[in-house]
């Protein structure tokens, strides 16, 4: 009789071993799936960069500053890790801030067709990529909580499941409300 007990025991750990597992592999698969979307939307959204700041250079020549920022922090983030990229992904957003402020003093290009349409675009990008980054942070958190509440962290260490890193502001600045002067 103790025999039984001991193999159904057994049994009871391999098997909660085995769906503990699998749901950690399911969480990671889909926080990398978040990921990757996250990836298309981005990667959407520099290949609109240059377009943009075309159209701006034949306006703004002096600004060449802020063109060039824009243009070097886009081939940083598209070179980097996941980490990197996610910090890059800060930096580019506050270097658009910069763009549309130089775009402010010339009304001519506000005017033009090309650049409203590229501007439109970048402002759909930018919201799909903040529906993607919620839902990136989403399946992190689910992923992460089950490698780091007990027992499932007990499992998740045995096989050597590691927490993955949330999208987050990079900056102090990003983190204050705007002044909208009328």
Do not use: W
Request: one cysteine or more.
């Amino acid at each position: 009789m103790t025999i039984y007990i001991g193999i159904g025991a057994l049994l009871i750990v391999l098997v909660t071993l085995l769906v503990v597992y699998n749901k950690l592999v399911s969480l990671r698969n889909k926080a990398n799936e978040a990921f990757s979307t996250m990836d298309v939307f981005l990667k959407k959204r520099f290949d609109l960069i240059p377009s943009l700041v075309e159209a701006v250079k034949g306006y703004a020549r002096h600004e060449a500053d802020v063109l060039q920022q824009v243009t070097r922090l886009r081939s940083q983030a598209a070179s980097g890790d996941r980490s990197g990229q996610l910090a890059g992904e800060s930096e580019i957003g506050q270097a658009l801030k910069s763009l549309f402020v130089v775009v402010e003093g010339y009304p001519e290009l506000k005017a033009s067709n090309s650049f409203l349409d590229l501007q439109q675009q970048l402002a759909k990008m930018e919201d799909e990529i903040s529906l993607s980054r919620r839902y990136y942070n989403g399946c992190v958190r689910e992923y992460n909580n089950h490698c780091q509440l007990f027992p499932l962290n007990l499992v998740a260490s045995l096989f050597g499941f590691k927490p993955m890193p949330m999208f987050m502001v990079g900056s102090e600045s990003e983190r204050q409300s705007v002044n909208v002067s009328l």
